[in-house]
């Protein structure tokens, strides 16, 4: 039955095995018979992932395929589904393949759990076989990974860290995550501190690091391994800092591309990023959160923090829909007589599990800082340090994460926003 397909090794895509690869400029075409899996390849084509890519779904199945290609070119990839009987679906491949570019990838989306079948359409030059029904997820892992080479380097983990507010503990708490991260994980990690002016993690780690963020940012068009590798600064065996406040004589534009090509070269090389946010809104921050593999969002549990919390995680929820929820982390709870909302009523309005709860240690937070030291090292023995550490494993993927929410008080107020 040859030419049939030009032979493409089968992907083996690592489905739901760590972060999933951005897809390239492609052009997509799906043929579809079902409109479940329609509904399935069109919620993929508008993932982040695929932002890049260039997605077209129409009904019709392999036949309508075989009718376009006879007077048009291919293009870079085709998703045909089809629910017909082995024989004919071998026939309709076969016609197919007599209308497909050499370079055109094709993927089959069929009905029939055959391994038999599927070991004969790989053989055909078919790139992957797919039982429906078929997840987006799944999907985008499954394109994702028939663009990325067999030598790729493995792709890093982006956990951008973002508070609710100004001053709630997002940048310490991505600090000391990163840290523990590194040490126990024993992966390179590296911190973006995108908090150009008054960033603190150069601070935290008692350093006087040079402006490598802001080279970065202001010519991203340098931005490559080499570049980054000279900006990087050192923190520990395995982690590195990218970052050190401009100061404020400078003016600073961030362009939502520049972070993009930052993230993208250092995905490369490093499988673990911390992006430290700062509390500011700006296209380039909601660009930041929406492509990160998680977002930690710290609030204290006050009202103001639970409005942004809520606003910043549906934004989230309803733009990633095939990701993960945030990570949501109370901080500085215990606050000697400040009237708190308490966690479980947080939950509620947010719509997102507590994930951690830290309390309030002036003291500790206060010697840490003062010292130069990750609070980690400093108070090794604290509560605070204790959820820091389960924090941070459980974002290092080493652990699921788990619900930590407490405490039950109703407060009216609270009640009624998380009502919508
Ligand atoms: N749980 C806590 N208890 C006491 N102080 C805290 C706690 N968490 C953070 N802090 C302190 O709050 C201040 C603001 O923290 P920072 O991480 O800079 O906040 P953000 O990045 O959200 O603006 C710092 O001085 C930090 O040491
Ligand atoms: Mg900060």
């Known amino acids: 039955m040859s030419p049939e397909f030009e032979s493409h090794k089968p992907s083996y895509a690592r489905v739901g095995s760590g972060p999933v690869a951005l897809v390239p400029r492609v052009n997509i075409q799906a043929f579809c018979e079902s409109p479940e899996t329609a509904e399935s390849i069109q919620v993929a084509f508008a993932d982040r992932r695929m932002a890049r890519a260039h997605g077209t779904v129409v009904t019709g199945g392999i036949p309508a395929a075989v009718r376009l290609y006879q007077t048009q070119s291919t293009p870079n990839l085709l998703l045909v589904e089809s629910d017909a009987p082995r024989d004919v679906l071998l026939a309709d491949l076969a016609s197919l393949a007599d209308v497909c570019q050499p370079d055109t990838k094709v993927v089959v989306i069929g009905r029939l759990n055959d391994v038999i079948l599927y070991r004969d359409l790989i053989r055909r030059g078919v790139s992957e076989y797919i039982v429906a029904p078929v997840t987006p997820l799944h999907l985008i892992e499954i394109i994702s990974s028939l663009y990325r080479s067999e030598k790729a380097v493995p792709i890093g983990r982006v956990i951008a860290f973002v508070g609710a507010k100004g001053g709630v503990g997002s940048s310490t708490i991505a600090h000391n995550c990163a840290w523990q991260i590194a040490r126990s994980v024993d992966v390179e990690t590296t911190i973006i501190d995108l908090d150009l002016a008054y960033g603190t993690a150069a601070l935290d780690f008692n350093l006087d690091a040079s402006g490598g963020i802001i080279e970065a940012i202001a010519e991203p068009e340098r931005v490559d391994a080499l570049l980054l590798d000279r900006l990087l600064v050192r923190l520990g065996a395995k982690l590195s800092l990218l970052g050190g406040s401009g100061g404020v004589d400078k003016d600073f534009i961030i362009e939502a591309h520049a972070v993009e090509i930052i993230l993208t070269a250092l995905r490369a090389t490093v499988p673990i990023i911390v992006v430290d946010v700062p509390n500011v ?46 990570t949501l982390v109370l901080n500085q709870v215990g606050v000697p007589k400040r009237p708190e909302i308490a966690g479980a009523d947080f939950r509620k309005a947010v719509g997102v599990d507590v994930a951690a709860v830290i309390p309030f240690e002036p003291q500790n937070f206060g010697a840490a800082l003062n010292n130069g030291k990750m609070l980690l090292d400093m108070v090794p023995r604290s509560k605070a340090v204790e959820v820091l550490r389960r924090l941070a494993d459980d974002l290092s993927g080493e652990k699921p994460a788990k619900s930590a929410t407490s405490g039950s008080s109703l407060i009216k107020k609270l009640l009624v926003l998380g009502k919508k």
């Open 281 to 326: 809104w700006a296209p380039w921050v909601k660009f930041t959160l929406l492509h990160a593999d998680q977002v930690v969002l710290t609030a204290e549990p006050e009202l103001a923090s639970l409005r942004n919390t809520r606003a910043l995680a549906d934004m989230l929820k309803a733009a990633r829909p095939n990701d993960p929820p945030p």
